[in-house]
Structure formats: structure tokens, C-alpha cells
């Protein structure tokens, strides 16, 4: 990752110590990412889709949580009441639900992020084709995403990458 902000910032440097005639014709563009990951409807129209694909999955998590707290306050009320041999059994079954709720969560978590990132992935390219089509059909001759240390706001076209992508 250092690599390619590293490339990005040689790149950069190079167009800038050319000719002052090359650079006074040199168009530069800006696009924050991070914006258009937050406010693209492509991002929310996904967000909704991931949330509706695995509700039912959540649901059932949260209902596993809610039985796991209400097992462990009734334990805790009952323990001082109980034989031995019953508390530890009721201790070794509350220890095995917490630890098979914690996986099914673990679980959860990770699907969602493995499609969170497949969706990531078709918005990324959206993302490049929009700039790449902003990008020439307004004459620019290098656009850079986040990883500069200063961009104007005379050259952030993020604004018109968002319109592209149908954002109004």
C-alpha cells in the first residue's frame, strides 16, 4: 500500500518539476473516495441489500443473546440454591452456549464482510469507470484519489464522480 502512495507521490513530483509550459496546460482532478463510498446510492442501495440478506441470520443471533443474558441472570439468581453438581453442570452448559453464540457471531461477521467486500469490489469498478469517463470528457490529464496531502477544492471533482454514479 506504501508502494502505491509512494508511486502516486513520484508521479506527481515528476509532472510538477516539467516545464512550466507543459504544466500551465497540465488539468489536475481530485476525487475523495471516502465520500463517494459514504454518499454513492450504489453504497446505500448495498448496505440495504446486505442488511436484508442476512436479517434473518442477525435475528436469530439476537434472539440466541437475549437466551444466553436470560440463562445467565437466572443461573446467577439460582446458583447460591443449587447443589454442587448441578451448578457446575449449569456452568459447563452456559460456558458451551456462550462459546457456540461468540462462533455463531464470529461467523456472521465474517460472511458479511466477505460479501460486503464482493459488493465493494463492483462499486470500486462504477467508481473508476466514472472517473475515467468524467475524467476525459471534461479534458482532465491526471485524477488522484485520497493519499495526497493537499488537494484544493478547485480541482475536487468527487461532486461530479457522485453525479455520475447518479447521486443528485
Given amino acids: ?7 502516486k507521490a ?10 512550466s509550459v507543459v504544466f500551465a496546460e497540465l488539468k489536475i482532478g481530485f476525487v475523495q473516495v471516502d465520500k463517494i463510498l459514504q454518499e454513492a446510492p450504489q453504497t446505500i442501495e448495498s448496505n440495504k441489500k446486505l442488511e436484508k440478506e442476512f436479517s434473518s441470520r442477525t435475528d436469530k443471533l439476537k434472539s440466541d443473546v437475549k437466551s444466553l443474558k436470560d440463562r445467565e441472570a437466572t443461573f446467577a439468581k439460582d446458583a447460591l440454591t443449587m447443589k454442587d453438581s448441578e451448578r457446575d453442570s449449569k456452568e459447563k452448559s452456559l460456558s458451551q452456549l456462550r462459546v457456540e453464540v ?4 464470529r461467523e456472521l461477521r465474517e460472511d458479511i464482510n466477505i ?5 465493494l469490489g463492483g462499486l470500486q469498478e462504477q467508481i473508476n469507470k466514472a472517473v475515467t469517463s468524467v475524467a476525459k470528457a471534461e479534458g482532465y490529464d491526471l485524477v488522484l484519489y485520497n493519499g495526497v496531502a493537499y488537494a484544493s477544492e478547485k480541482i ?8 455520475s454514479l447518479g447521486k443528485k
Wanted: hydrophobic content about 35%; overall charge positive.
Fill in 10 to 19: 513520484l508521479v506527481l513530483s515528476s509532472i510538477l518539476f516539467t516545464s
Fill in 1 to 7: 500500500m506504501k508502494y502505491k502512495y509512494f508511486l
Fill in 102 to 105: 461468540q462462533r455463531k457471531e
Fill in 115 to 119: 460479501r460486503r467486500n464482493e459488493e
Fill in 156 to 163: 475536487d471533482i468527487t461532486d461530479k464522480i457522485l453525479k
